[in-house]
């Protein structure tokens, strides 16, 4: 029989997973919906009291469930995000902006991606029932109001450079009107000939450029014939591009690339072929992610504020949640109007040959 051992044993206790917070709340000597105001981050409990609070959920180690939480307050302070990617700059800065909005309303994010499958989206959003109080979906391949109509159950959403119709909320960029600009401008820096890399077909902001270009060559440079190569947004369908475009004999003057990615995999072909751009060809791209002011030359390119883009669709999802629950908006004047849309500013760098025009925004 061996000795009983005189080590004292520990006085700590494993948190049980039936502890509620109705035991928090019996413990501290307050209501369940005092801890509830706690725990949300609401300022409206005395300063002692959420001491206390504090003091019994850290010693009893409470964390709700989820499902539980909601139950209790109608809030679980989660943001789904669906996007087509999570790769690259774009992408980057968006969730940068979204983000930084979501940090500032103590809120969290749950983040997805599709890659432009309708069902997979569908499927992603169903996961996310019960888990998120709003959606920010950004589904540039597809019909928003189809997806919409698919979902079993109603949430707020908003949507982000899609396809929208039927009054649905969206934040978008006026990707028609930057196309036309830039077309524009290589037209005033004495281009005569301007070929297109465009994205992929069934893309909503790929259709709008290249809609964009075909408009203005046809407005500035009339019986201009269109020269279009297809690109997939990526650096390497712009490479591809790039070097069927140093190929070809006669060569254009210009080039108006759908995105900045696309640009720069161009810009790199160029190089390799032996060209000097803007000298012998010039290039200018579409989004103004943070690589295109130190690539070189630099590249000129329309602007996006990509993270405003981001900031601006939360705080809407955040609109449309207070709503729905009832309560006072803290910034009313995000709900109008249904469609936002953000103006692209032309950015004038030195891939676009600008010393033969005047000077529009050099940054």
């Given at each position: 029989?061996?000795?009983?051992?005189?080590?004292?044993?520990?006085?700590?206790?494993?948190?049980?997973?039936?502890?509620?917070?109705?035991?928090?709340?019996?413990?501290?000597?307050?209501?369940?919906?005092?801890?509830?105001?706690?725990?949300?981050?609401?300022?409206?409990?005395?300063?002692?009291?959420?001491?206390?609070?504090?003091?019994?959920?850290?010693?009893?180690?409470?964390?709700?469930?989820?499902?539980?939480?909601?139950?209790?307050?109608?809030?679980?302070?989660?943001?789904?995000?669906?996007?087509?990617?999570?790769?690259?700059?774009?992408?980057?800065?968006?969730?940068?902006?979204?983000?930084?909005?979501?940090?500032?309303?103590?809120?969290?994010?749950?983040?997805?991606?599709?890659?432009?499958?309708?069902?997979?989206?569908?499927?992603?959003?169903?996961?996310?029932?019960?888990?998120?109080?709003?959606?920010?979906?950004?589904?540039?391949?597809?019909?928003?109001?189809?997806?919409?109509?698919?979902?079993?159950?109603?949430?707020?959403?908003?949507?982000?450079?899609?396809?929208?119709?039927?009054?649905?909320?969206?934040?978008?960029?006026?990707?028609?009107?930057?196309?036309?600009?830039?077309?524009?401008?290589?037209?005033?820096?004495?281009?005569?000939?301007?070929?297109?890399?465009?994205?992929?077909?069934?893309?909503?902001?790929?259709?709008?450029?290249?809609?964009?270009?075909?408009?203005?060559?046809?407005?500035?440079?009339?019986?201009?014939?269109?020269?279009?190569?297809?690109?997939?947004?990526?650096?390497?369908?712009?490479?591809?591009?790039?070097?069927?475009?140093?190929?070809?004999?006669?060569?254009?003057?210009?080039?108006?690339?759908?995105?900045?990615?696309?640009?720069?995999?161009?810009?790199?072909?160029?190089?390799?072929?032996?060209?000097?751009?803007?000298?012998?060809?010039?290039?200018?791209?579409?989004?103004?992610?943070?690589?295109?002011?130190?690539?070189?030359?630099?590249?000129?390119?329309?602007?996006?504020?990509?993270?405003?883009?981001?900031?601006?669709?939360?705080?809407?999802?955040?609109?449309?949640?207070?709503?729905?629950?009832?309560?006072p908006l803290d910034e009313p004047g995000d709900l109008a109007p249904d469609c936002l849309t953000l103006q692209p500013e032309p950015v004038v760098r030195q891939s676009c040959g600008a010393r033969l025009a005047g000077p529009l925004n050099e940054k």
């Amino acid at each position: 029989m061996s000795a009983k051992s005189n080590t004292p044993r520990s006085k700590y206790v494993p948190r049980a997973a039936s502890i509620t917070i109705k035991d928090v709340a019996r413990e501290a000597g307050v209501s369940v919906a005092s801890v509830s105001r706690v725990m949300n981050g609401h300022d409206n409990v005395q300063a002692e009291t959420r001491a206390r609070i504090q003091a019994v959920i850290e010693r009893m180690r409470y964390s709700p469930h989820l499902g539980a939480r909601e139950l209790i307050t109608r809030r679980s302070r989660i943001i789904g995000v669906l996007l087509p990617d999570l790769h690259g700059e774009f992408f980057s800065e968006l969730i940068r902006g979204i983000d930084t909005a979501a940090r500032e309303r103590k809120l969290h994010l749950l983040l997805s991606s599709a890659h432009g499958d309708a069902a997979e989206m569908v499927a992603a959003i169903q996961s996310m029932r019960g888990r998120v109080e709003g959606l920010l979906i950004m589904a540039p391949h597809l019909d928003a109001s189809g997806i919409s109509e698919r979902l079993s159950e109603p949430v707020p959403m908003v949507f982000m450079n899609s396809r929208v119709e039927g009054g649905l909320p969206s934040v978008s960029i006026d990707s028609y009107s930057g196309a036309r600009a830039m077309v524009r401008h290589l037209v005033s820096c004495g281009h005569r000939t301007i070929a297109h890399i465009s994205g992929p077909a069934d893309n909503f902001d790929s259709h709008e450029r290249r809609r964009g270009y075909e408009d203005e060559l046809a407005a500035s440079l009339p019986g201009a014939r269109a020269l279009i190569l297809p690109g997939d947004f990526g650096e390497a369908s712009g490479h591809a591009a790039g070097c069927a475009l140093a190929a070809r004999s006669p060569r254009p003057d210009a080039v108006f690339a759908a995105n900045d990615m696309m640009a720069i995999g161009a810009l790199s072909a160029f190089g390799s072929q032996g060209l000097e751009v803007p000298r012998d060809i010039a290039i200018a791209g579409f989004d103004d992610i943070p690589l295109a002011a130190f690539v070189r030359p630099a590249l000129t390119t329309a602007r996006v504020h990509i993270a405003e883009l981001g900031r601006l669709a939360l705080r809407r999802v955040v609109a449309a949640i207070e709503l729905a629950l009832g309560q006072p908006l803290d910034e009313p004047g995000d709900l109008a109007p249904d469609c936002l849309t953000l103006q692209p500013e032309p950015v004038v760098r030195q891939s676009c040959g600008a010393r033969l025009a005047g000077p529009l925004n050099e940054k």
